[in-house]
């Protein structure tokens, strides 16, 4: 059994201390409430989003992330007692004449849930969490929102898919999947007009300890900063174009940044790229149907030392708004 929790401890080593823990994602625009939970219950209705993203292809055991986030405004109590749902939250203008039309939403309150599946070789972490923003006027045309989310980590160990010189050893056919759970807390402050957005996030709160046994605790959980802000410039009365920038802070980390350029057709078509700092270069398409239905694709160009590995990442998104 020593051997197993050997190679766990290295394995938790590196993840707890030299690599960034949360998944990157290239179609966080289509679903920002993967990185700020202030976010939720943002546009009017019910809004359900999925997403799956397979990294570094060509590479064994490289990360593969998939996510669902579900979110709606909720009226209750007060002056909100007399509203539904699909009366609060606000609709993206899809011209710019539309935009003229568009005002703030009233205070409301949100409520969501997120599910995150990240695995990486052995490794394969599950996060689900409730989510909750309240919604804020300021002024006619903006609000900002406040928001947290709060759940549990299921971080899991393979322990047959660990590699061994003595291909024999008992402990290794028999260990089965290893569990850790631990809770999760995250936050944020989201501010949006209807051509604006600034957001600041804060996520792994708490900063547990990962140990699957009492001598292997030298892994723990680290914090993950975002910011993010982007601006809609209308070149005519149908076309768009949204440059937009997130900063990602994670201690010991050097600081990243992603790069993002977004050209849309009213709220119809849309194709974009970007450059997320010493990882690749991306592109993105997407079309919406009705204002309900919307896909989106994104593909990585590695720049990294694993081009040399990997042929790129591909992501891709699906939202319905009911």
Same mark, same amino acid.
């Given at each position: 059994?020593?051997?197993? !929790? ?10 707890? $201390? ?5 998944? #990157?994602? /290239? ?7 993967? %990185?700020?939970?202030?976010?939720? &219950? ?11 993203? *397979? ?15 579900? *979110? ?15 009366? %609060? ?20 309150? @949100? !409520?969501?849930?997120? !599910?995150?599946?990240?695995?990486? =070789? ?12 309240? #919604? ?10 406040? +928001?947290? =989310?709060? =759940? ?35 936050? &944020? ?11 600041? @996030? ?13 001598? !292997? ?22 076309? /768009?174009?949204?440059?937009? $920038? ?27 790229? =970007? ?9 993105? $398409? ?6 309900? $239905? +919307? ?14 590995? @990997? /042929?790129?990442? #591909?992501?891709? *998104? %699906?939202?319905?708004?009911?």
């Amino acid at each position: 059994m020593k051997k197993v !929790f050997v190679a766990i401890g290295l394995l938790l080593m590196w993840y707890g $201390v030299f690599a960034q823990q949360r998944p #990157h994602y /290239s179609q966080y625009l289509q679903n920002m409430s993967v %990185l700020n939970p202030a976010v939720t &219950g943002l546009n009017s209705g019910i809004d359900l989003r999925m997403g799956i993203r *397979s990294q570094w292809q060509g590479l064994k055991d490289a990360p593969k992330t998939g996510y669902v986030t579900f *979110s709606s405004p909720v009226s209750f109590g007060g002056d909100m007692a007399t509203y539904r749902a699909s009366d %609060l939250g606000v609709t993206e203008p899809e011209t710019k004449d539309d935009m003229f039309d568009y005002t703030a939403s009233m205070a409301h309150h @949100s !409520f969501g849930l997120l !599910f995150l599946n990240d695995k990486t =070789g052995p490794l394969n972490r599950v996060t689900g969490n409730l989510t909750y923003a309240y #919604h804020l006027p300021i002024g006619d045309r903006a609000n900002v929102s406040v +928001g947290v =989310g709060l =759940g549990v980590n299921r971080m899991g160990i393979n322990a047959q898919a660990l590699v061994f010189d003595e291909t024999d050893d008992p402990v290794v056919g028999t260990s089965g999947e290893i569990n850790k759970y631990t809770p999760d807390l995250n936050a &944020g402050v989201y501010l949006y007009t209807s051509t604006l957005y600034v957001g600041v @996030s804060m996520q792994q709160i708490i900063k547990n300890k990962i140990a699957f046994d009492g001598d !292997f605790n030298i892994g723990k959980e680290v914090a993950h900063y975002f910011a993010t802000a982007g601006y809609k410039f209308w070149i005519n009365n149908d076309f /768009s174009v949204t440059p937009s $920038v997130m900063l990602k802070v994670v201690d010991p980390l050097p600081k990243a940044f992603d790069l993002n350029l977004k050209f849309a057709y009213r709220n119809t078509f849309w194709v974009g790229g =970007g450059y997320r700092k010493n990882d690749a270069f991306f592109g993105n $398409v997407g079309f919406n149907v009705a204002n309900m $239905v +919307g896909v989106g694709y994104a593909y990585d160009y590695t720049t990294s030392a694993l081009n040399t590995v @990997s /042929s790129g990442s #591909h992501e891709l *998104s %699906l939202r319905v708004l009911f």
